[in-house]
């Protein structure tokens, strides 16, 4: 069965979800596009609009293409071939169990951040009392309401310089009723309670290079938000603003946690290690072996 993708002319068609996958296979590759990479694209959005795992959508590959998918299923593969990130057209990011609401306004939650929540979660003790959380760039807010859906003892607030993304993550928290959360602008620390201070921070900031914008993926340039990914100072300036004041804002016994470029481990050893000299501050690799996450860790007086 075709479909007409062309802007303003789709029809709701019946079609089953084997047929609609076919077809769309057929047009991304026909655009030039990688097939498992198109394949893998395709079932995203399948899954996702169908509320499904891989194994049901399977099951039910016969099975009629509800008709308000069909309805925009051309338009969805339009932006495919785009290179639309399949997450926008859903508006919808898998994250550590939940789904969290993204578009353009805020950067694409990835699995390599996943690991850092886990790193985390595991250090933190039972019996703890009642410990604050802080956010630094809390884009789509996947990172701190992760942490607040999985422990009650944690209390977060999340800033981030860019309104547009703290709406999103406000959204977010309301739609998974995570509590005990606050939500501030700002630019790092600028708008900050000079006093306030956290037993965790933790921050997934801009780090690559600004001069590197253009070796960028097509679907990540025309698509995410420069604010989110970009830095100066070989994409460090947003963990030296961090470093300058973070001594003060950990407590005694404190822990920051950062995911970091995979060729910045050693300088940001260095530059944590002086900003606060109390610590021990650790890389971790994620799981092909790179360092991707650094914690600074007191351990009081």
Same mark, same amino acid.
């Given at each position: 069965?075709?479909?007409?993708?062309?802007?303003?002319?789709?029809?709701?068609?019946?079609?089953?979800?084997? &047929?609609?996958?076919?077809?769309?296979?057929? &047009?991304?590759?026909?655009?030039?596009?990688? %097939?498992?990479?198109?394949?893998?694209?395709?079932?995203?959005?399948?899954?996702?609009?169908?509320?499904?795992?891989? *194994?049901?959508?399977?099951?039910?590959?016969?099975?009629?293409?509800? %008709?308000?998918?069909?309805?925009?299923?051309?338009?969805?593969?339009?932006?495919?071939?785009?290179?639309? =990130?399949? @997450?926008?057209?859903?508006?919808?990011?898998?994250?550590?169990?939940?789904?969290?609401?993204?578009? %353009?306004?805020?950067?694409?939650?990835? =699995? %390599?951040?996943? @690991?850092?929540? &886990?790193?985390?979660?595991?250090?933190?003790?039972?019996?703890?009392?009642?410990?604050?959380?802080?956010?630094?760039?809390? *884009?789509?807010?996947?990172?701190?309401?992760?942490?607040?859906?999985?422990?009650?003892?944690?209390?977060?607030?999340?800033?981030?310089?860019?309104?547009?993304?703290?709406?999103?993550?406000?959204?977010?928290? /309301?739609?998974?009723?995570?509590?005990?959360?606050?939500?501030?602008?700002?630019?790092?620390?600028?708008?900050?309670?000079? /006093?306030?201070?956290? +037993?965790?921070?933790?921050?997934?900031? =801009?780090?690559? +290079?600004?001069?590197? @914008?253009?070796?960028?993926?097509?679907?990540?340039?025309?698509?995410?938000?420069?604010?989110?990914? #970009?830095?100066?100072?070989?994409?460090?300036?947003?963990?030296?603003?961090?470093?300058?004041?973070?001594?003060?804002?950990?407590?005694?016994?404190?822990?920051? #946690?950062?995911?970091?470029?995979?060729?910045?481990?050693?300088?940001?050893?260095?530059?944590?290690?002086?900003?606060?000299?109390?610590? &021990?501050?650790?890389?971790? @690799?994620?799981?092909?072996?790179?360092?991707?996450?650094?914690?600074?860790?007191?351990?009081?007086?």
């Amino acid at each position: 069965m075709m479909i007409n993708n062309n802007a303003g002319k789709s029809q709701p068609v019946k079609i089953s979800i084997l &047929e609609a996958r076919k077809w769309a296979l057929t &047009e991304l590759t026909a655009a030039g596009l990688d %097939e498992s990479e198109s394949a893998d694209n395709i079932d995203f959005l399948l899954t996702g609009a169908l509320g499904i795992n891989y *194994g049901m959508l399977r099951a039910n590959i016969t099975r009629m293409l509800p %008709e308000n998918i069909s309805q925009v299923w051309p338009q969805w593969i339009a932006g495919l071939i785009n290179r639309r =990130p399949p @997450q926008y057209l859903l508006g919808l990011a898998p994250f550590y169990g939940h789904e969290f609401m993204v578009d %353009e306004r805020v950067l694409i939650p990835r =699995p %390599e951040t996943e @690991q850092l929540v &886990e790193w985390i979660l595991k250090d933190l003790k039972p019996g703890m009392d009642t410990l604050k959380v802080l956010d630094i760039g809390t *884009g789509s807010g996947a990172i701190i309401e992760t942490l607040l859906l999985a422990d009650a003892r944690l209390q977060g607030m999340a800033l981030d310089i860019s309104e547009a993304a703290l709406n999103v993550a406000q959204r977010n928290a /309301q739609r998974l009723n995570v509590a005990h959360i606050s939500f501030i602008q700002s630019d790092v620390w600028q708008n900050l309670d000079q /006093q306030a201070q956290f +037993d965790i921070i933790v921050s997934n900031p =801009p780090y690559i +290079d600004v001069n590197q @914008q253009a070796k960028m993926d097509q679907s990540v340039k025309d698509y995410e938000p420069d604010l989110a990914l #970009y830095a100066n100072n070989q994409g460090l300036a947003i963990y030296q603003t961090i470093a300058q004041d973070l001594g003060q804002h950990l407590t005694a016994n404190g822990r920051a #946690y950062f995911e970091i470029g995979y060729d910045q481990g050693p300088t940001l050893v260095e530059l944590f290690q002086a900003a606060v000299p109390d610590a &021990e501050v650790t890389l971790k @690799q994620d799981f092909s072996g790179l360092d991707r996450m650094i914690r600074v860790k007191r351990h009081g007086n």
